[in-house]
């Protein structure tokens, strides 16, 4: 069974930064894609950033220039550096692994990132 932990959400001021952790355990018995997701109430869970194992990455239009996504293979953790938070930043944010074989996909149980002016 694959658990993943994030970690690294909070409170934090307009203009100012934050950075999410997520920690793969378990067995995965393929390569991966690592990403991650937002969620505000009532609405539907949104891409942030995903990359691959091969590290290409992949980011939203509302958070490129400002977000950062990276991973540590030897830790099974991504990670997601973000800036010039905005009040729309506010969300839930998931961490998600896709198995590339197979598509199998993981969920983590979310980190509450709010952005305060």
């Known amino acids: 069974q694959v658990q993943l932990v994030e970690s690294g959400g909070g409170l934090v001021q307009l203009g100012g930064s934050l950075r999410l952790s997520c920690a793969a355990s378990g067995t995965i018995c393929s390569s991966y894609t690592m990403g991650w997701y937002r969620q505000t109430p009532g609405k539907q869970r949104d891409h942030v950033a995903h990359i691959t194992s091969g590290g290409l990455t992949n980011y939203a239009e509302a958070v490129k220039g400002r977000f950062t996504i990276s991973r540590d293979n030897a830790k099974n953790t991504a990670y997601l550096q973000m800036s010039s938070l905005k009040s729309e930043d506010t969300a839930v944010y998931y961490c998600?692994?896709?198995?590339?074989?197979?598509?199998?996909?993981?969920w983590g149980q979310g980190t509450q990132v709010t952005v305060s002016s």
């Open positions: 998600r692994i896709i198995l590339e074989h197979g598509g199998v996909d993981y």
